[in-house]
T-cell receptor, first 114, second 113 residues
Framework: QQQVKQSPQSLIVQKGGISIINCAYE??????FPWYQQFPGKGPALLIA?????SEKKEGRFTISFNKSAKQFSLHIMDSQPGDSATYFC?????????????FGSGTRLLVRP | NAGVTQTPKFQVLKTGQSMTLQCAQD?????MYWYRQDPGMGLRLIYY???????DKGEVPNGYNVSRLNKREFSLRLESAAPSQTSVYFC????????????FGDGTRLSIL
């Protein structure tokens, strides 16, 4: 079963626009929420991450917004560029689990048109 | 610094054949992971290893076995390949502290006919 639900499945944005990808989770034990970026033919790479004790984290053009009560978090890409075209995955780590495994969303394929 | 290296990059098997996917990391990480990536399903954890000599099942372990040969190497074996195991397989490693990123290899693209 998918414990982290991600939407949309695909997204097309014009250069300079804002890309927004949403994720929702059920398990309140999750305590770490990273976003990974994957280019074709490559493995995913960490983009940005947040803990549930903060509502927003910004790194350059990338921002995570976190709503603990709604159990939702989202990735905003400001001033989207063609180089941002990739697949994005949200993920979560179970807080009460002694391992550090990640549970991934299903992915969003972003295309930024020039 | 190579990071996480996976071999082979591509492989085609016939149903029933066996093969081992190799993974090695040079970052002195304790934790290693195997995932499979299928369209529309994200990455699903097959097995993971928190340290040398230990392995645990993930979400989709059936049909797979793993070996943590030493701290650097973590292999994934398909004993009798099935078409449902056609996928892209990723190995990853991380420090064993919460909040540390997982570092991924570039994957093995496996087709089973």
């Amino acid at each position: 079963q998918q414990q982290v639900k991600q939407s949309p499945q695909s997204l097309i944005v014009q250069k300079g626009g804002i890309s927004i990808i949403n994720c929702a989770y059920e398990n309140t034990a999750f305590d770490y929420f990273p976003w990974y970026q994957q280019f074709p033919g490559k493995g995913p790479a960490l983009l940005i991450a947040i803990r549930p004790d903060v509502s927003e984290k910004k790194e350059g053009r990338f921002t995570i917004s976190f709503n603990k009560s709604a159990k939702q978090f989202s990735l905003h890409i400001m001033d989207s560029q063609p180089g941002d075209s990739a697949t994005y995955f949200c993920a979560a780590t179970p807080g009460r689990d002694s391992s550090y495994k990640l549970i991934f969303g299903s992915g969003t394929r972003l295309l930024v048109r020039p | 610094n190579a990071g996480v290296t996976q071999t082979p990059k591509f492989q085609v098997l016939k149903t029933g054949q066996s093969m081992t996917l190799q993974c090695a990391q040079d970052m002195n990480h304790n934790s290693m992971y195997w995932y499979r990536q299928d369209p529309g399903m994200g990455l699903r954890l097959i097995y993971y290893s928190a340290s040398e000599g230990t392995t645990d099942k993930g979400e989709v372990p059936n049909g797979y076995n793993v070996s943590r040969l030493n701290k650097r190497e973590f292999s994934l074996r398909l004993e009798s390949a099935a078409p449902s195991q056609t996928s892209v397989y990723f190995c990853a490693s991380s420090l064993d502290r919460r909040g540390q990123p997982q570092h991924f290899g570039d994957g093995t693209r496996l087709s089973i006919l």
